[in-house]
């Protein structure tokens, strides 16, 4: 992740880091590999655990998330063979079971992370970030910056010209992702899929409800840098002109 200071954001996934999505649920890896991909990931999916093992050769990705119940081999025997010969290849456990003893085999197996199902799309990606800034540090940077505005996810706190923005945990959720996708016009669809819970039944008027918040506290500053694009969405950039 780079930044830019001419007012151009930049996505959080830095362009080298490969990411491979193991899940035997297509709407699974269709969804998390969509999420990944407008992080700036590269992503590849596999369904089984021999054709991830098949994969992860041919890939060579710098992270796995990987379900622990697949049809042919379980997710925590694709972590040890993917590990065969000493290799050093982060995985985050993917899995619907939450006994703790689950957690405990996957983490000792290897793995580096555990998220359970259902889970949100932003949660995961941070995850999945965070753990490779610990084993890749070249591929991740913990700020991103926007003109005046700089997000810093190790320590969960922006700033605008430089003073702190009193935010709450989903204002900084939809802050980050307008961030990171800063320039590109997102409809409240994407919005709901990316800041708050998969599957969320809730009205999407609650997007416009966040919007408006962190409008009074992002943008008390001059110039406003998030703009409503009508029958749209919203967007991050500079004002036109």
Sequence with gaps: MTTSSSGGGTRAGHP???VLVVDDEQSITDLVGLALRYEGFEVAVA?????????????????????????????????????VGGRALPVVFLTARDATEDKIAGLTIGGDDYVTKPFALDELVARIRAVLRRTRPALEDARLEFADLVVDEDAHEARRAGE????????????????????????????????????YAGSDN????????????????????????????????????
């Design 16 to 18: 080298e880091a490969r």
């Design 47 to 83: 369904a089984t655990g021999r054709e991830a093992i098949a994969r992860a050769a041919a890939f060579a990705p710098d992270l796995v998330v990987l379900d622990v119940m697949l049809p042919d081999l379980t997710g925590l025997e694709v972590c040890s063979r993917l590990r």
């Design 206 to 241: 609650v997007v416009e409800t966040y919007i408006s918040y962190l409008r009074k506290k992002v943008d008390r500053f001059d110039p406003p840098l998030i703009h409503t694009v009508r029958h749209v969405g919203y967007v991050l950039r500079l004002p036109h002109g």
């Design 164 to 199: 702190r923005l009193e935010l709450t945990p989903t204002e900084f959720s939809l802050l980050r992702y307008l961030v990171l996708n800063s320039g590109r016009v997102l409809s409240k669809v994407q919005i709901l899929d990316h800041v708050w819970q998969y599957g």
